[in-house]
Nanobody, 126 residues
Framework: QVQLVESGGGSVQAGGSLSVSCAASRYTSSVDCMGWFRQAPGKEREGVAVIYLLTGYTSYAASVKGRFTISQDNAKNTLYLQMNSLKPEDTAMYYC???????????????????WGQGTQVTVSS
């Protein structure tokens, strides 16, 4: 069992920056990837950024590429998402998630993730 606890987020004006963190109760060698997802009211949950734990390779949704940065601190079992140049359309609940190696499928599909945090709200005003 892996518990994920997000922190950070909040409210900011367009063009501003925010950072969210995700503390994992433990990292395990069986983790394939971790990701940040977001869900706005009335919309489906969508992938924002993914990091592959073995290689450190990162990947971003087109809508956030160049503005968001996903990173990890293995010593602290913590995943981060730095968000710059925020736009009102970035407003959503942000979730971190962990996918185990035994789960098939792409790391961009929310359905393949095994563990989820409770979410943290990010609100960007114009």
């Amino acid at each position: 069992q892996v518990q994920l606890v997000e922190s950070g987020g909040g409210s900011v004006q367009a063009g501003g920056s925010l950072s969210v963190s995700c503390a994992a109760s433990r990292y395990t060698s069986s983790v394939d990837c971790m990701g940040w997802f977001r869900q706005a009211p009335g919309k489906e949950r969508e992938g924002v950024a993914v990091i592959y734990l073995l290689t450190g390779y990162t990947s971003y949704a087109a809508s956030v590429k160049g503005r968001f940065t996903i990173s990890q601190d293995n010593a602290k079992n913590t995943l981060y998402l730095q968000m710059n140049s925020l736009k009102p359309e970035d407003t959503a609940m942000y979730y971190c998630a962990t996918k185990l190696s035994g789960s098939g499928g792409t790391c961009w599909a929310p359905s393949v993730y095994n563990y989820w945090g409770q979410g943290t709200q990010v609100t960007v005003s114009s």
